[in-house]
């Protein structure tokens, strides 16, 4: 893929959960994030939605600074107060992501624009995003074995900001990507080309890695955000498949793991033919 910074190779890894953009609650269609209205951050953000999850994971985040707080003499107060602490500096961590979500939208929201306007098409038929759910990226830290720890989980978990991007043709794919990397703001982290590199299974995107920066009123912060960025084809077959392994638990019998590789393989085949077709087309309007 053309790229005007570094990339690294394509890496082949198994299934994840994680890397679905549209898995976790708080998505956004289209750059507009539900429950959040002129400008409010929904509650789960916010630190109004006290959820058993959110304890879980704050307690999995305190867990290296408690020990002392858990013995027998401890303040019964202390560790209370420690944990609404940590509640709010991980609100102030999810919610700079959320701007991140809100740096890359409004990119990709003005070349969509821009080719509508300007061009017979757009490369671009649909955006969505998300942000980690509060459980998803608990699992995520216990899992890598990353260090429970805001700044360790800040560098270490890249993908807790996430947004996809979906085209017609597989040219269009690595154009976006192109574009985007050429903004002198967008610095690109990894690259893994699951559309030239398919996983074994017949997944197939472009799962890119980029640092964007958030201007806050005190400081600059820059934010990590995935990019999966495929065609309309490559991103039916992904739902279907999504959806099968957290039906079955990740367990999927064998003979619909076979109807998905064919799948896969009818999929790869339709974006090749709609891509010829494109290109006769265009030789056609050609003077």
């Known amino acids: 893929m053309s790229a005007d910074r570094n990339t690294h190779p394509p890496a082949v890894v198994r299934p ?12 956004r269609v289209d750059g507009h994030p539900p429950g959040r209205v002129d400008g409010h951050v929904p509650a789960a953000l916010d630190g109004r939605a006290d959820t058993g999850a959110q304890t879980r994971v704050l307690a999995e985040l305190v867990h290296v600074r ?11 107060d202390e560790l209370p107060r420690r944990i609404r602490a940590l509640q709010r500096e991980l609100t102030r961590f999810l919610m700079t992501y959320q701007f991140g979500i809100d740096e890359v939208l409004t990119k990709v929201n003005i070349l969509r624009e821009e080719f509508e ?62 574009m985007l990397s050429r903004q002198p703001d967008v610095d690109v982290v990894e690259v ?31 934010v990590y955000v995935e990019l999966q960025v495929r065609t309309i084809a490559m991103d039916f077959w992904a739902s279907i498949e999504h959806q ?19 799948a896969a393989r009818v999929a790869a085949d339709l974006d090749q033919r709609m891509g010829r077709l494109r290109d006769e087309l265009r030789d056609l309007a050609r003077p």
């Open 16 to 27: 994840d959960v994680d890397e679905d953009p549209t898995a976790a609650p708080h998505a």
């Open 66 to 76: 408690t020990g002392r707080l858990l013995r027998p003499d401890a303040d019964p």
């Open 117 to 178: 306007q300007t061009h017979d098409h757009s490369p671009i038929e649909h955006v969505r995003s998300r942000l980690k759910s509060m459980d998803s990226l608990v699992q995520k830290v216990l899992r890598t074995g990353c260090e429970p720890t805001l700044p360790a989980i800040r560098e270490r978990i890249r993908d807790v900001a996430g947004v996809r991007i979906t085209t017609s043709f597989v040219s269009d794919a690595y154009w976006v990507v192109r």
């Open 192 to 222: 893994k080309d699951y559309i030239a590199h398919p996983k074994p299974n017949g997944y197939r995107s472009l799962h890119v890695i980029v640092r964007v920066p958030v201007f806050l009123s005190d400081r600059t912060e820059h």
């Open 244 to 262: 099968l392994y957290y039906k079955y638990d990740r367990e999927v019998p064998p003979h619909l793991l076979g109807e998905l590789e064919d």
